[in-house]
């Protein structure tokens, strides 16, 4: 009877262990963080309703829609800072990847708003006044 105790725990205890690793290293492949070269380069941003078609939001030619915006790969942002400030509650200053996306900071370095990754190269966020912008990357 002892032995058997002893064999369900080992087997408890195992089991858990199997899991645990598997689970480390599943997590691990899905959620790389990129590094800043990877993000660094011209973006255009695009201020939308959640009810605009995508393709019909990208055909409209209003400059107040739309942005270049330009990630340094030093993590600062250049081109276009001011218009997706205009956009946001503060005025952004520089930005970080994250493992499922791409923050934007503001003076003292903290989170102002996170775009959460869709695809390669297409990052999306929602604003409190349920206003969406889109981070596109320029093609080069």
């Known amino acids: 009877m002892i032995c058997k105790a002893f064999t369900y725990k080992a087997m408890a205890w195992l089991s858990a262990a199997l899991i645990m690793i598997s689970g480390e ?33 990208k055909h ?34 520089g930005w970080f990847p994250d493992p499922d996306g791409l923050s934007i900071t503001g003076k003292e370095g903290s989170r102002i708003q996170f775009f959460s990754r869709q695809r390669d190269g297409f990052y999306q966020t929602t604003l409190k006044s349920g206003l969406m912008i889109t981070l596109e990357r320029v093609a080069q």
């Open 60 to 93: 409209q030619d209003k400059p107040s829609n739309t942005c270049i915006v330009e990630l340094q790969a030093n993590k600062t942002l250049s081109k276009g800072a001011d218009c997706l400030g205009s956009w946001l509650e503060a005025t952004p200053i």
């Open 25 to 57: 290293t599943s997590m691990a492949s899905s959620l790389r963080l990129e590094e800043p070269s990877v993000f660094a380069g011209q973006w255009q941003a695009t201020l939308s309703e959640r009810s605009d078609d995508a393709k019909a939001q």
